[in-house]
């Protein structure tokens, strides 16, 4: 039995609090505990359906909730309440989901545990393929956010092979083992699930807690760790049935507690490292490269490094290599080099406003190695020098982008603008002249985002981000389309050769 430690404390056992009411107003608690309870939840945590806090219901907006509380959602279990109430309770049940309850809600071990199901335990499943492809490491998986899907595709024939129902509201990417076989999800309220690609089939699932911005997977596919908002933890996870191997509350050397802003891979070195939101420091958990396969790993194997920061840090971007980390300073003070080695900063990057370190892609330029990163909040790609950090140039683009993809194999870095009024173009750069050979508008009015190539660079993969979306497959060097497939609004596509090999044209 792996030793959960690290308790956080007794269950509070939240109820739901009841906000006054007029007199002849709707009753929004007394609507949600009649017709809502059932599936998510009698505190609003989630149940079948996902948790109706305002922190987990960032990506939805008013307009949208009311729609969905009398329409219901497509393709899942969430019905149409047209029939059942009227617009004022609707309405009213719309407003309440987004107020915060009056008391801040828990989740420690017991929690985690009494949530843990298996499915199929870990090797009680074929290690044969049901499907037939010619490259199991050009599979892509495509995360369907208008309805809440994740499709299965063959990169090279471009068919769909599998189309499943995944948590509400994924989020921070899904995360492959080094073998490519299984697949990790992450869902926004805290659910992480495990998913066989070889036989289609969830395999296990566990909620690591309330609030949750990402999840990651260690390069020997052995652990698996929970990024929380809420509570203030990072949470340790055996990769084989989720089953819980520590809960490790986020404190400061003050005593002060912070969210995690994201957890992440550092493959060479055997370790996590956490961006805090609210303690300036950067943690790195590492563990023992000597740890026997079949082991049961335990909690002082794991060892956890500090290194102080002056500034809170929201956004990291690593070398090929793992040594240095970059981080983004809080409030647009510009960017940290930190040498994980040594455990200090080494260096500051003249980076103004809301880099997005985290789409940040390297590729050679001239010998050196440089990195190039989109900016959230201007029309801007900057590129550096990874020799001594120095500013190569800025690259003045149509708009504020969020993400960035290359292939070690492709001329092109691609762009996206995706906030503003340009959101329904794409810039191709030539990473060698450093120039915008190409902006293509894929669907006028419509979002264009998030590129992915396959595993060999030739193809690639952009998505038109609309309910009503689709996929299309261009070629990677002439730009022509080749293919589009129908999609409810498709974001992220990740292939597992880029993912697993940490391709330096794709974001880790």
């Known amino acids: 039995m792996i030793r959960p430690a690290l308790l956080l404390g007794g269950l509070l056992g939240l109820l739901v609090p009841a906000l006054p009411a ?53 393709a899942t279990q969430m019905p149409a309440y047209r029939e059942l109430l009227d617009e004022a309770e609707v309405e009213a049940l719309a407003q309440w989901i987004f107020t915060p309850p009056e008391h801040e809600p828990t989740w420690d071990d017991a ?7 298996v499915a199929h335990p870990h090797g009680s499943l074929p290690d044969t393929p049901v499907f037939e492809v010619e490259d199991l490491q050009n599979l892509f998986l495509v995360v369907e956010i208008g309805d809440h899907h994740v499709s299965l595709l063959d990169g090279d024939t471009f068919e769909r092979i599998s189309r499943f129902p995944s948590r509400y509201a994924l989020h921070g990417g899904p995360k492959y083992t080094p073998d490519g076989r299984y697949v990790f999800f992450g869902s926004r309220d805290g659910w992480v699930t495990k998913y066989d690609i070889y036989n289609l089939e969830v395999t296990a699932e566990v909620r690591a807690g309330i609030n949750m911005r990402n999840i990651a997977v260690s390069a020997d596919g052995r652990y698996v760790m929970a990024a929380n908002y809420l509570p203030h933890t990072l949470v340790l996870f055996d990769a084989r049935d989720l089953e819980l191997i520590a809960t490790i509350p986020v404190e400061g050397l003050n005593g002060d507690t912070s969210r995690v802003s994201a957890v992440y891979a550092a493959p060479p070195r055997n370790s996590f490292v956490a961006a805090l939101k609210d303690i300036p420091e950067v943690w790195e958990i590492r563990w023992p490269e000597d740890l026997a396969e079949g082991d049961e790993p335990l909690v002082g194997d794991f060892a956890l490094h500090r290194m102080e920061a002056p500034d809170y840090l929201d956004d990291f971007f690593f070398d090929m290599e793992y040594r240095y980390l970059v981080g983004a300073a809080r409030g647009g003070g510009g960017g940290l080099v930190f040498d994980m080695d040594e455990e200090r900063k080494v260096a500051d990057l003249p980076l103004e406003g809301m880099p997005h370190l985290g789409a940040g892609i390297t590729w050679e330029l001239d010998g050196r190695r440089v990195m190039a990163i989109p900016h959230i909040d201007k029309g801007q790609v900057s590129v550096f020098d990874m020799s001594d950090w120095s500013l190569v140039t800025h690259i003045e683009t149509d708009g504020p982008g969020f ?45 264009a985002a998030h590129v992915e190539f396959d595993r060999r660079g030739e193809t690639l993969l952009l998505s038109i981000w609309d309910d009503d979306g689709y996929l299309l497959k261009l070629d990677a060097n002439t730009l022509e389309e080749l293919d589009r497939m129908p999609m409810r609004k498709p974001s992220g596509k990740y292939n597992v050769w880029n993912k697993t090999r940490y391709e330096e044209g794709t974001s880790h």
């Open 111 to 117: 929690d985690i545990l009494a949530s843990h199901e």
């Open 22 to 74: 007029l007199a002849d107003a709707p009753d929004p608690n007394m609507i949600y505990n009649r017709h809502c309870a059932i599936c998510h939840g009698v505190s609003r945590l989630g149940g079948t359906g996902p948790a109706l806090l305002p922190d987990n219901l960032s990506r939805l907006k008013h307009d949208e909730a009311v729609s969905v509380i009398r329409d219901g959602r497509p």
């Open 403 to 447: 993400f960035m993809r290359s292939h070690e194999n492709s001329p092109y870095a691609w762009v996206d603008v995706f906030f503003g009024p340009h959101h329904d173009r794409i810039h191709v750069i030539d990473k060698q002249t450093l120039e915008i050979v190409e902006t293509l508008i894929p669907e006028p009015g419509k979002t």
